[in-house]
Nanobody, 116 residues
């Protein structure tokens, strides 16, 4: 499984961005998909999760109510809509695919910078 993130960039506080993660292979629809982020000097942290059928989602408290995770299994793509961005959201954002409770795959990351 290969994961390629896109959609990062520079945005002002209060702005919005939508990240995308395109997955290769035929296992996407069976994978739990996650978004993580890592800010400079900090550990990588969990942000959001969506189960394979898309009915179940989970968020870190720091982004709840501002970020929305979704997926399109027909396009092998997972999204992260980020609204009301804050400076503390600045980080490299990573897509993760977790398959069968055993296999974990990571993308290369996309930089999000929130600054005026």
């Amino acid at each position: 499984v290969q994961l390629v993130e896109s959609g990062g960039g520079l945005v002002q506080p209060g702005g919005s961005l939508r990240l995308s993660c395109a997955a290769s292979g035929s296992t996407f629809s069976r994978s739990t998909m996650n978004w993580y982020r890592q800010a400079p000097g900090k550990e990588r942290e969990f942000i959001a999760q969506i189960r394979s059928a898309g009915a179940s989602t989970k968020y870190a408290d720091s982004v709840k109510g501002r970020f929305t995770i979704s997926r399109d299994n027909a396009k092998n793509t997972v999204y992260l809509q980020m609204n009301s961005l804050k400076s503390e959201d600045t980080a490299v954002y990573y897509c993760n695919a977790f398959l069968l409770g055993l296999y974990s795959y990571w993308g290369q990351g996309t930089q999000v910078t929130v600054s005026s």
